[in-house]
Structure formats: C-alpha cells, structure tokens
Nanobody, 123 residues
Framework: VQLVESGGGLVQAGGSLRLSCAASGRTFGSYFMAWFRQAPGKERGIVATINWSGGITYYADSVKGRFTISRDNAKRTVYLQMNSLKSKDTAVYYC?????????????????WGQGTQVTVAS
C-alpha cells in the first residue's frame, strides 16, 4: 500500500484546511485509514480514523467538533477537514492504514504510512 498526502500549508488561526490521502495498492477487505500528527518534540498521536465503510470513526478529544474525517472509496482517498485551526494544531500530519476490522487507534497498529504533510497555523 502506498499513501500520498496533500493539502498541508500555512493558515491563520481560525482558518481551515483540507488534507487528502490517496491510497494505491491493496485497498480491499476491512481496514481503517487514519490521520496522525507529530509536533516538534512531541510523540506522534492519532487525530482521527475511519473504517472502510465509513461507519466507524474516532476523533482525538483535542479535535472533536473541529475536524471531520471522511473517505471516498471510489477514489481510494481519505480526507481530513480541519476547521477553527489553532496554533497547537501545527504539526506534520501523516496518513496511515491498518488492515483491521475493529477500531484501532495505537500507532503500532498501523502498518502503512505516508510521508507526511506539514500544517502550520499562525497565531
């Protein structure tokens, strides 16, 4: 599985960005596609995840109500709509895939990773 993220950039606090992650290779069966992020000097942590059907989603408490994860299976793409951005959202955002049927949110449960895209929120 290959994952390519796009959509990062510089935005003012309060603004919005939409990240995209296009997958190629094996994308059949039960799997979750997730967004993680890593700020300088901090550990990588989950932002949101969604299962293959879109019926299961999970959000980190810090982004609930501001971020929305969605997917387009026809395009093999997962999106992260980020609204009301804050300076603390500044990080490298990574897309990841886990071939699991049950919800997984731990970094070690995800087998495939993209290269990351930088999101910088200016205050």
């Amino acid at each position: 599985v290959q994952l390519v993220e796009s959509g990062g950039g510089l935005v003012q606090a309060g603004g919005s960005l939409r990240l995209s992650c296009a997958a190629s290779g094996r994308t059949f069966g039960s799997y979750f596609m997730a967004w993680f992020r890593q700020a300088p000097g901090k550990e990588r942590g989950i932002v949101a995840t969604i299962n293959w059907s879109g019926g299961i989603t999970y959000y980190a408490d810090s982004v609930k109500g501001r971020f929305t994860i969605s997917r387009d299976n026809a395009k093999r793409t997962v999106y992260l709509q980020m609204n009301s951005l804050k300076s603390k959202d500044t990080a490298v955002y990574y897309c990841a895939v886990a071939f699991r049927s049950k919800l997984v949110i731990r970094i070690y449960e995800y087998e495939y990773w993209g290269q990351g895209t930088q999101v910088t929120v200016a205050s």
